[in-house]
């Protein structure tokens, strides 16, 4: 959505490199490869269930693929597509950051056969609140840093940021998680704990897509 | 960049309705009309200056347009254009956003005849910062906020942010600030302190645009 050109001529805005979509596609869905232009992808997931956990859900599908770097796909080839970027931590202190950085490992481990998407919306009330009253509910109230230290390195995750990113999106977050099987019962609970806290008297959308990696 | 359907007809996404775009055009330049789609044309304004302020700065234009609630205009109406969106605040703390909530005035008051167009990139280490290392460098040793506050309601600001929109963006944000001609020193003022502080230590390309009111 960028140009800057002494000339008149038309351009195509470049996607951010922080930019990842998941695509929800049929069964036998063909994804795009990943030579097709400026596109990585990620891999591809079999998507074992869609779950409503608050308001609405997404339509059913069969097949998820995760593509970095993409602007978008051809509407033609997803039943859905949800965008978001990775950027700068909001809540995270100085002392967390450090002890986050040394237990986390990073996506694609082999043994991660195991993923979840959760998007999520929080209410208007939760963005009109300052940084300390924001930070106040997700960390001193909800313990979020801490009860997701406590899954490391299990549990692997990246947060992607939908709500600033310049088009009508719905959800505010996408994360991404994955797991081995045998930490399947770790992550329910962690799941469930999150989901008990004064942070999620903030979420106004939610819906838990489970899956199952399928690179083949 | 969203479509959610379980057809598979293609879509056309909407922009977000916090996008800003500020477009650079020439003498005589014809802007869309404000029936123009979904688009409204917050005003047009004369650029009396573009001050290369830290690093590359922008090419030359005689005109400005703000418009608001839009996606893009069609490149052969600009010479440059710059997009953001507003946003919750990063760092203000609630007793800050009170006393700032009570002090400031909007936008577009008859007497401001003057504005300023402050596009600004910071440094990548300045986004690697934990949070609270941001917001120390910010106001415990920058005084952003008491700055800010010091110059209401004289000066009127809105701030878009560009990092997380999705596309590749030259800056991270853009700053919109109005006020009487009367009240021009103490902007200058504001501008020079700001520029010496710590918090300017991150800031690795700065343009300054002046702009005069001119909406015949």
Same mark, same amino acid.
């Given at each position: 959505m960028f140009s800057e050109t002494s000339?008149?001529?038309s351009s195509t805005p470049l996607p951010s490199s922080r930019l990842y979509s998941f695509?929800?596609?049929?069964?036998?869905?063909r994804w795009p490869s990943p030579s097709n232009g400026p596109r990585s992808f990620e891999g591809s997931w079999r998507i074992e269930s869609i779950q409503q956990v608050i308001g609405e859900s997404l339509p059913p599908a069969a097949r998820l693929a995760v593509l970095g770097h993409a602007a978008s796909l051809p509407t033609s080839e997803a039943i859905w597509s949800l965008h978001g970027v990775t950027s700068n931590e909001r809540y995270v202190l100085n002392?967390?950051?450090?002890?986050?950085?040394?237990?986390?490992?990073g996506l694609g481990r082999p043994e991660s056969s195991r993923a979840a998407l959760i998007p999520i919306r929080k209410h208007a009330e939760w963005w009109a609140l300052a940084q300390d009253a924001r930070r106040q509910v #997700? =960390? /001193?109230?909800?313990?979020h840093v801490a009860l997701g230290l406590h899954v490391l390195p299990a549990v692997a995750r990246r947060l992607h940021h939908c709500r600033d990113i310049g088009t009508q999106e719905p959800f505010d977050f996408l994360t991404?998680?994955?797991?081995?099987?045998?930490?399947?019962?770790? #992550? =329910? /609970?962690l799941v469930k704990t999150m989901r008990a806290t004064p942070e999620w008297h903030y979420v106004e959308r939610e819906v838990d897509i489970r899956l199952v990696r399928d690179d083949r």
């Open positions: 000339m008149t001529t695509v929800g596609g049929r069964i036998g869905q002392e967390e950051k450090t002890i986050l950085s040394a237990k986390q490992e #997700f =960390e /001193e109230q909800s313990h991404w998680f994955e797991y081995a099987q045998s930490d399947a019962a770790l #992550f =329910e /609970e």
